[in-house]
């Protein structure tokens, strides 16, 4: 199992953006692929991108374009930068690695964009 926390955060303007972060530790960081998941209040948690151990990236159609993930094997890192926010971005967003054992999941950080 892989042990994951989340931080960055926090309230934007429309149009605005943030960059979250995702430690992970307890498993070979390198071998994961690594996800990031969203859920807004009343609705169900979403996929939003994912990265292969390759580096390959996939993303929701409702985030390609504006969103970046990316990750750092050398600090057990996943990065999610998200550009041109909008209000409809609002949810809690939330680290996740699949693995043999079930889904890892971090405790999740709120993101609120006002409009």
């Known amino acids: 199992q892989v042990q994951l926390v989340e931080s960055g955060g926090g309230l934007v303007q429309a149009g605005g953006s943030l960059r979250l972060s995702c430690a992970a530790s307890g498993s070979i960081f390198s071998r994961n692929v690594m996800e990031w998941y969203r859920q807004a209040p009343g609705k169900q948690r979403e996929l939003v991108a994912f990265i292969t151990t390759g580096g390959s990236t996939n993303y929701a159609a409702s985030v390609k374009g504006r969103f970046t993930i990316s990750r750092d094997n050398r600090k057990n890192t996943v990065y999610l930068q998200m550009d041109s926010l909008r209000p409809e971005d609002t949810a809690v967003y939330y680290c996740?690695?699949?693995?043999?054992?079930?889904?890892?999941w971090g405790q999740g950080t709120q993101v609120t964009v006002s409009s």
């Open positions: 996740a690695a699949p693995g043999s054992l079930g889904r890892s």
